[in-house]
């Protein structure tokens, strides 16, 4: 008989959260509450943060939102190429895409390097550098999510045109960014342009400078 048959093998992932960055409005003071709401697109790109309780133009509790962007490298595959080293720090869980594919990082020596197609979509890495086990072709586009997020935009009231900032107004009490990362909505709740306390939601869409992201 077979001994094991009434026996289950069950395999888990271990899967849990570690600390990759740490970030903080260059603007920020004492009470403006930075972190109070926070939003993030699909693909960790963009990052918004209120700190509805900030001073503007010396105006208290007027609020604002900062908007962070992940630092994205892009190189173009030559056909000899396999490692690439990027300008800012990889943290500690990064993306790398190949033509839009997302490649799977090892650190298993098994894996074999350029063996008939099975090392594709592979690579390892060591400090800022990735390697692949197989060589790009030329023209490939290679994208690389290094975690690392810079300071992009900081937007308030004043960039409303015809806005009168009053105190109370704490923009940035709320805060939303589309799955694209290229419209953002700031909710005002005491915002009194019509009446006291009415509130409003201010929407922005990207102009199309993207300063965080490396060519």
Same mark, same amino acid.
């Given at each position: !008989?077979?001994? *094991?048959?009434?026996?289950?093998?069950?395999?888990?992932?271990?899967?849990?959260?570690?600390?990759?960055?740490?970030?903080?409005?260059?603007?920020?003071?004492?009470?403006?509450?930075?972190?109070? !709401?926070?939003? #993030?697109?699909?693909?960790?790109?963009?990052?918004?943060?209120?700190?509805?309780?900030?001073?503007?133009?010396?105006?208290?509790?007027?609020?604002?939102?900062?908007?962070? /962007?992940? *630092?994205?490298?892009?190189?173009?595959?030559?056909?000899?190429?396999? !490692?690439?080293?990027?300008?800012?720090?990889?943290?500690?869980?990064?993306?790398?895409?190949?033509?839009?594919?997302?490649?799977?990082?090892?650190?298993?020596?098994?894996?074999?390097?350029?063996?008939?197609?099975?090392? %594709?979509?592979?690579? &390892?890495?060591?400090?800022?550098?990735?390697?692949?086990?197989?060589?790009?072709?030329?023209?490939?586009?290679?994208?690389?999510?290094?975690?690392? $997020? #810079?300071?992009?935009?900081?937007?308030?009231?004043? *960039?409303?045109?015809?806005?009168? =900032?009053?105190?109370?107004?704490? $923009?940035?009490?709320?805060?939303?960014?589309?799955?694209?990362?290229?419209?953002? !909505?700031?909710? %005002?709740?005491?915002?009194?342009?019509?009446?006291?306390?009415?509130?409003?939601?201010?929407?922005?869409?990207?102009?199309?400078?993207?300063? /965080?992201? =490396? &060519?």
């Amino acid at each position: !008989a077979n001994v *094991l048959e009434n026996y289950q093998i069950v395999v888990r992932q271990l899967d849990y959260f570690t600390l990759v960055n740490t970030i903080a409005g260059s603007g920020s003071s004492s009470g403006d509450k930075f972190g109070n !709401a926070i939003d #993030v697109d699909d693909q960790g790109r963009n990052l918004i943060i209120g700190a509805p309780n900030a001073t503007v133009s010396s105006v208290s509790n007027a609020g604002e939102a900062y908007v962070f /962007a992940q *630092l994205v490298q892009k190189f173009a595959g030559d056909g000899t190429t396999t !490692a690439f080293t990027t300008e800012a720090t990889l943290q500690t869980k990064i993306f790398v895409e190949v033509n839009g594919v997302l490649q799977v990082e090892t650190d298993n020596p098994d894996i074999p390097v350029d063996n008939d197609g099975s090392s %594709s979509g592979f690579y &390892t890495r060591s400090s800022k550098t990735i390697t692949f086990k197989y060589t790009p072709v030329t023209g490939d586009t290679i994208r690389v999510y290094t975690g690392s $997020f #810079v300071e992009k935009q900081i937007i308030d009231q004043t *960039l409303v045109s015809g806005d009168t =900032i009053t105190e109370d107004e704490k $923009f940035g009490d709320s805060v939303a960014v589309d799955s694209k990362g290229t419209l953002i !909505a700031i909710g %005002s709740p005491g915002e009194d342009e019509i009446n006291p306390n009415t509130g409003s939601v201010f929407v922005f869409s990207d102009s199309g400078k993207n300063y /965080a992201t =490396i &060519t």
